[in-house]
Protein backbone atom coordinates (compact mmCIF):
# COMPACT_ATOMS: atom_id res chain seq x y z
CA UNK A 1 0.00 0.00 0.00
CA UNK A 2 2.41 2.42 0.83
CA UNK A 3 4.33 2.07 -2.21
CA UNK A 4 1.36 2.03 -4.44
CA UNK A 5 0.99 5.43 -2.84
CA UNK A 6 4.04 7.11 -3.10
CA UNK A 7 4.49 5.70 -7.03
CA UNK A 8 0.96 7.23 -7.15
CA UNK A 9 2.20 10.51 -5.98
CA UNK A 10 5.50 10.44 -8.09
CA UNK A 11 2.98 9.75 -11.18
CA UNK A 12 1.04 13.12 -9.87
CA UNK A 13 4.20 15.24 -9.18
CA UNK A 14 5.43 14.34 -12.69
CA UNK A 15 2.37 15.57 -14.74
CA UNK A 16 2.20 18.26 -12.82
CA UNK A 17 -0.62 17.55 -10.87
CA UNK A 18 0.54 19.59 -7.65
CA UNK A 19 -2.66 20.18 -5.71
CA UNK A 20 -3.52 16.54 -6.14
CA UNK A 21 0.05 15.26 -5.58
CA UNK A 22 -0.31 17.45 -1.72
CA UNK A 23 -3.70 16.04 -1.06
CA UNK A 24 -2.74 12.78 -1.17
CA UNK A 25 0.47 13.47 0.72
CA UNK A 26 -2.08 14.70 3.24
CA UNK A 27 -3.98 11.62 3.42
CA UNK A 28 -1.24 9.61 3.44
CA UNK A 29 0.19 11.78 6.28
CA UNK A 30 -2.89 11.09 8.44
CA UNK A 31 -3.40 7.80 7.91
CA UNK A 32 0.40 7.11 8.73
CA UNK A 33 -0.01 9.12 11.48
CA UNK A 34 -2.91 7.45 13.21
CA UNK A 35 -1.44 4.16 12.39
CA UNK A 36 1.64 5.38 14.31
CA UNK A 37 0.25 7.40 16.82
CA UNK A 38 -2.75 4.43 17.89
CA UNK A 39 -1.85 2.15 20.94
CA UNK A 40 -3.67 -0.94 19.75
CA UNK A 41 -3.06 -4.46 20.71
CA UNK A 42 -4.29 -7.25 18.37
CA UNK A 43 -8.00 -6.29 18.46
CA UNK A 44 -9.59 -2.91 17.76
CA UNK A 45 -13.32 -2.41 17.30
CA UNK A 46 -14.81 -2.78 13.74
CA UNK A 47 -15.81 1.04 14.05
CA UNK A 48 -11.82 1.54 14.37
CA UNK A 49 -10.88 -0.60 11.31
CA UNK A 50 -13.60 0.72 8.97
CA UNK A 51 -12.60 4.46 9.94
CA UNK A 52 -8.72 3.38 9.07
CA UNK A 53 -10.36 1.61 5.24
CA UNK A 54 -12.34 4.69 4.86
CA UNK A 55 -8.92 6.70 5.54
CA UNK A 56 -7.04 4.67 3.09
CA UNK A 57 -9.98 4.65 0.04
CA UNK A 58 -9.97 8.70 0.45
CA UNK A 59 -6.34 8.20 -0.88
CA UNK A 60 -7.11 5.55 -3.85
CA UNK A 61 -9.88 8.20 -5.25
CA UNK A 62 -7.69 10.82 -5.70
CA UNK A 63 -5.46 8.39 -7.24
CA UNK A 64 -8.76 7.34 -9.39
CA UNK A 65 -10.58 10.16 -9.56
CA UNK A 66 -14.54 9.69 -9.81
CA UNK A 67 -13.84 6.03 -11.11
CA UNK A 68 -14.09 4.79 -7.60
CA UNK A 69 -17.12 5.02 -5.98
CA UNK A 70 -17.33 3.05 -2.08
CA UNK A 71 -20.61 1.91 -0.84
CA UNK A 72 -21.02 1.09 2.70
CA UNK A 73 -23.13 -1.42 4.59
CA UNK A 74 -22.84 -2.18 8.00
CA UNK A 75 -25.44 -2.81 10.78
CA UNK A 76 -24.68 -1.01 13.74
CA UNK A 77 -25.21 -3.55 15.81
CA UNK A 78 -21.90 -4.55 15.21
CA UNK A 79 -19.45 -1.48 14.54
CA UNK A 80 -18.27 -2.51 18.70
CA UNK A 81 -17.32 -5.93 17.71
CA UNK A 82 -13.65 -7.12 18.30
CA UNK A 83 -11.54 -7.13 14.81
CA UNK A 84 -7.94 -8.55 13.96
CA UNK A 85 -6.26 -4.50 13.20
CA UNK A 86 -5.78 -4.20 9.71
CA UNK A 87 -7.44 -7.49 8.69
CA UNK A 88 -9.88 -5.37 6.21
CA UNK A 89 -6.76 -3.54 5.00
CA UNK A 90 -5.72 -6.49 2.18
CA UNK A 91 -8.65 -7.06 1.04
CA UNK A 92 -9.71 -3.81 0.35
CA UNK A 93 -6.38 -3.21 -1.37
CA UNK A 94 -7.18 -6.32 -3.39
CA UNK A 95 -10.44 -5.21 -4.75
CA UNK A 96 -8.88 -1.68 -5.74
CA UNK A 97 -5.35 -3.28 -7.09
CA UNK A 98 -7.20 -6.42 -8.86
CA UNK A 99 -10.49 -4.91 -9.45
CA UNK A 100 -10.82 -1.30 -9.79
CA UNK A 101 -7.35 -0.85 -11.40
CA UNK A 102 -8.53 -3.01 -14.05
CA UNK A 103 -11.32 -1.13 -15.09
CA UNK A 104 -11.54 1.18 -18.14
CA UNK A 105 -14.81 2.37 -16.83
CA UNK A 106 -16.02 3.35 -13.14
CA UNK A 107 -15.57 0.81 -10.37
CA UNK A 108 -17.22 -0.20 -6.95
CA UNK A 109 -16.56 -1.52 -3.94
CA UNK A 110 -18.88 -2.50 -1.15
CA UNK A 111 -18.00 -3.16 2.43
CA UNK A 112 -20.64 -4.66 4.16
CA UNK A 113 -20.30 -5.90 7.89
CA UNK A 114 -23.02 -8.13 9.31
CA UNK A 115 -23.73 -10.55 12.41
CA UNK A 116 -25.01 -14.00 11.39
CA UNK A 117 -26.11 -15.73 15.01
CA UNK A 118 -22.56 -15.57 16.78
CA UNK A 119 -20.10 -14.80 14.01
CA UNK A 120 -19.19 -11.28 12.51
CA UNK A 121 -19.25 -11.31 8.94
CA UNK A 122 -17.16 -8.90 6.87
CA UNK A 123 -17.56 -8.84 3.17
CA UNK A 124 -15.69 -6.74 0.59
CA UNK A 125 -17.38 -6.97 -3.20
CA UNK A 126 -15.61 -5.34 -6.12
CA UNK A 127 -17.15 -5.44 -9.76
CA UNK A 128 -13.99 -5.57 -11.70
CA UNK A 129 -12.66 -8.56 -14.10
CA UNK A 130 -13.71 -11.14 -11.61
CA UNK A 131 -11.96 -13.44 -9.82
CA UNK A 132 -9.95 -16.67 -10.97
CA UNK A 133 -10.18 -19.75 -8.84
CA UNK A 134 -7.13 -20.85 -10.10
CA UNK A 135 -5.26 -17.78 -9.36
CA UNK A 136 -2.33 -17.72 -6.88
CA UNK A 137 -3.47 -16.25 -3.72
CA UNK A 138 -0.97 -13.21 -3.26
CA UNK A 139 1.53 -12.47 -0.16
CA UNK A 140 -2.02 -10.04 1.51
CA UNK A 141 -4.28 -12.95 1.16
CA UNK A 142 -1.51 -15.35 2.47
CA UNK A 143 -1.07 -13.13 5.41
CA UNK A 144 -4.20 -12.53 6.18
CA UNK A 145 -5.11 -16.23 6.32
CA UNK A 146 -2.05 -17.15 8.10
CA UNK A 147 -3.44 -14.48 10.86
CA UNK A 148 -6.52 -15.39 10.97
CA UNK A 149 -5.53 -19.51 11.99
CA UNK A 150 -3.32 -17.98 15.04
CA UNK A 151 -5.66 -15.65 16.43
CA UNK A 152 -8.76 -18.19 15.59
CA UNK A 153 -7.71 -21.57 14.62
CA UNK A 154 -10.53 -23.53 12.85
CA UNK A 155 -13.05 -20.55 13.89
CA UNK A 156 -12.13 -18.28 11.21
CA UNK A 157 -12.54 -18.69 7.45
CA UNK A 158 -11.37 -16.42 4.54
CA UNK A 159 -13.02 -17.40 1.27
CA UNK A 160 -12.60 -15.54 -2.28
CA UNK A 161 -15.47 -15.87 -5.12
CA UNK A 162 -16.44 -15.04 -8.32
CA UNK A 163 -19.26 -12.42 -8.06
CA UNK A 164 -22.33 -12.76 -10.24
CA UNK A 165 -22.12 -10.40 -13.23
CA UNK A 166 -18.08 -10.60 -12.86
CA UNK A 167 -16.01 -8.94 -9.83
CA UNK A 168 -15.00 -10.46 -6.28
CA UNK A 169 -16.54 -11.52 -3.31
CA UNK A 170 -14.14 -11.59 -0.37
CA UNK A 171 -15.66 -13.18 2.58
CA UNK A 172 -14.16 -12.74 6.37
CA UNK A 173 -16.27 -14.52 8.56
CA UNK A 174 -14.59 -14.74 12.40
CA UNK A 175 -16.25 -15.02 15.86
CA UNK A 176 -18.67 -12.22 16.95
CA UNK A 177 -16.63 -10.49 19.83
Do not use: C
Not at 50 to 69: G, M, P, T
Request: net charge negative; proline share 3%.
Amino acid sequence: FLFNSLNAITVLVRDRRTQEAADMLELLSRLLRQVLQTEQGEFVTLNQELQFIEQYLNIEQVRFSDRLQVRWSIEDSVRGALVPAFILQPLVENAVRHGIAKRIENGVIEIAALSEERWLVLRVIDNGPGYEPTAQAGVGLANTRLRLQTLFGEQAELRLLPAAGGGTIAILRIPLR
